[in-house]
């Protein structure tokens, strides 16, 4: 098989040939037909997360094809197409996992950053953490879904009922989630970097009813807001615009130092909270609803092999939608 691998932090991902992996019990192994690039990617690679498992394959919205099954694994069968999400496995036994909340696990493995992921030819996969995609759809269109689209997801559930909802960073998650949430009756109002008119255009397109720039104050009060943007000085700016008992969701895995607010911007029982990682549920929940609402991911595929380019295109937001890395 062949990967991209990241061996030190800060460092370009890096050409590996290895031997095909070997599915332990209860694992599969998937030829990798098309992997995402997310943006939890970047903070892998850049260092941002603690504990990495180093060197390690990035990328956890995998698509592929299941070729080998390993001992015990029940309900998958070979050449079944599957997707892998960024969590990877959990403990099971935990209070958390017991409480139905697998997704803040004490012991838990996640895809790409403590075990290898999908910037490769090959990746083994706990078979109870992958999702059975079915033969519709287009491999490298689904990726997405799989880390920006159910992520989001949970960050839209977490958002609560929201007729006005603000998405603060126009990317793969917020594209997804502005088709969902249009679908749902609700209104978006999507805050992009200032002077992106792409990105503004990009978002008119999917059913936005107001753009702006994040420093903007929209023209009535937001119910609650979603902030997919890894930048902490945006939060003082979402709780300003949101009405009073409105919340406002971070939903990424790192983002910037928040800085000092005023306490009146969170007074009247407005409510910040933060989105970590997802549970099988949310999963299921997510890939059952993506096609009843017909989303359309708009995709910039790249080669394998030029993982390093649609990281560097990532960071400088030089396409719409989401990056597909393509064996
Ligand atoms: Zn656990
Ligand atoms: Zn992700």
Redesign the pocket.
């Known amino acids: 098989m062949q990967a991209m691998e990241l061996r030190a932090p800060r460092s370009a991902l890096r050409w590996t040939e290895r031997a095909d992996p070997v599915p332990g019990p209860g694992e599969i192994r998937l030829r990798v037909t098309a992997c995402g690039v997310c943006r939890t990617d970047l903070h892998v690679v850049d260092g941002e997360l603690p504990d990495a498992q180093l060197p390690v394959v990035p990328g956890h919205e995998i698509v592929g094809r299941i070729d080998a099954l390993g001992p015990g694994v029940d309900g998958l069968r070979l050449g079944e197409r599957v997707g892998v999400p960024w969590l990877g496995h959990?403990?099971?036994?935990?209070p958390?996992?017991a409480g139905g909340q697998?997704n803040l696990?004490?012991?838990?493995l996640f895809t790409g950053y403590t075990r290898d992921g999908g910037f490769a030819t090959a990746v083994v996969a706990d078979a109870r953490y992958a999702f059975p995609l079915g033969d519709q759809g287009d491999d490298v269109a689904l990726a997405p879904l799989l880390c920006a689209g159910l992520i989001g997801w949970r960050a839209l559930v977490m958002a609560g009922p929201a007729r006005r909802l603000g998405l603060y960073g126009f990317g793969a998650a917020a594209h997804i989630l502005a088709q969902v949430a249009a679908w749902q009756g609700r209104s978006v109002y999507a805050f992009t970097r200032p002077g992106d008119e792409a990105s503004m255009a990009f978002a008119r397109r999917l059913g936005a009813v107001w753009t702006g720039s994040s420093e903007e104050v929209p023209p009535e009060p937001l119910d609650a807001t979603i902030l997919f943007a890894p930048v902490g000085a945006l939060v003082p700016l979402a709780l300003a615009a949101v009405r009073k008992g409105g919340r406002v969701v971070c939903a990424g895995i790192h983002m910037s130092d928040i800085p000092s607010l005023p306490y009146r911007l969170l007074w009247h029982e407005r409510q910040l909270v933060s989105v970590a990682n997802l549970t099988r549920q949310d999963g299921l929940d997510f890939l059952a609803l993506a096609p009843r609402v017909g989303v359309v991911t708009h995709t910039t595929r790249y080669a394998l092999r030029d993982a390093n380019r649609a990281l560097d295109d990532l960071r400088h937001g030089r396409f719409d939608g989401a990056a597909v890395l393509v064996p």
């Open positions: 959990t403990c099971g036994t935990c958390y996992c697998e696990c004490d012991r838990p």
